[in-house]
């Protein structure tokens, strides 16, 4: 792998605490962005000179604006890894206002800012690529999700457009869709809404099974995953989507055949609310 300078939001655990560590080690430069550097200390002390940690919110909008003008001028980002996010859990009904817009500005606007402060300085390089870190909830959907589903679904629509808006200055961008690993998302930083009794037998609340480990772990290896993701950078034929976890691309399939029937079904329908040709 050729050394690269990364940057990489949220590397105090996780995808992006795994991606660290490993890029750290091949001889990479990582510029790490954390809310609080406690959990990153180690690095910080063993990788003094490629290891360049930055503490940032990403809901803080002109605080990502200001630290990728700095970054960027000071350092030749190769890649963009947008990492920093975590899941919500409660029915639609049991969210609260800010639990709302607290996801939407970390999952969704977060990226989003971070991607356009960025591309600026890839498009004048004429290089570079954007991962960003999805979920197979950005395809798939369940109950008791519906605020991570939806940002997850617009930062991939969001991604997709630009996309194509990019590839003529040679800028990649890949999403990533993992399944269930074992980090800190599922196990230590998932929030869930104030429950209400009458959804304790509804599928709103199957999410509590999952989020117990004494239920069984996640299928998932994150530092197996980090690597993948790493090497997608020097692959020629990396794929728009990526997903990772052999069950995540099982219910993914299914889920995209299922909706591929349904409006495979609908053509009459579709086409009754056209004018009539030549018209």
Not at 13 to 40: C, D, H, Y
Not at 65 to 70: P, Q, V
Not at 192 to 216: I, R, S, T, W
Not at 220 to 226: L, N, T
């Amino acid at each position: 792998m050729t050394k690269k300078t990364w940057l990489i939001t949220g590397v105090s655990s996780g995808f992006g605490r795994a991606m660290t560590t490993q890029l750290l080690e091949a001889g990479n430069t990582v510029i790490g962005t954390v809310r609080n550097t406690t959990k990153v200390q180690d690095l910080i002390d063993q990788y003094p000179n490629t290891f360049i940690c930055e503490t940032l919110d990403v809901m803080d909008v002109p605080a990502i604006h200001e630290l990728i003008n700095r970054v960027a001028t000071e350092h030749q980002i190769d890649v963009l890894v947008n990492n920093a996010g975590y899941g919500l859990f409660g029915a639609a009904e049991e969210l609260n206002d800010t639990d709302i817009d607290k996801i939407l500005a970390t999952d969704l606007t977060g990226s989003i800012q971070m991607i356009r402060s960025i591309l600026p300085f890839m498009r004048e390089q004429q290089r570079g690529q954007i991962i960003q870190i999805s979920s197979y909830g950005g395809q798939v959907a369940y109950a008791g999700n519906s605020m991570y589903h939806a940002a997850k679904f617009g930062i991939e629509g969001f991604c997709e457009s630009v996309a194509q808006e990019v590839a003529p200055f040679n800028i990649g961008m890949t999403i990533v869709e993992p399944g269930g690993a074992r980090t800190e998302f599922r196990y230590g930083s998932a929030h869930v809404a104030n429950l209400m009794k009458v959804y304790d037998e509804n599928p709103a609340h199957a999410f509590m099974k999952m989020l117990d480990p004494a239920n069984g772990l996640a299928p998932g290896d994150p530092e197996k995953m980090a690597t993948r993701i790493i090497e997608s950078v020097d692959q020629p034929d990396t794929p728009l989507h990526m997903v990772l976890g052999s069950q995540a691309l099982e219910n993914t399939i299914a889920t995209l055949e299922k909706r591929l029937a349904e409006y495979k079904s609908e053509k009459e329908l579709a086409a009754s609310t056209d004018f009539p040709a030549g018209k």
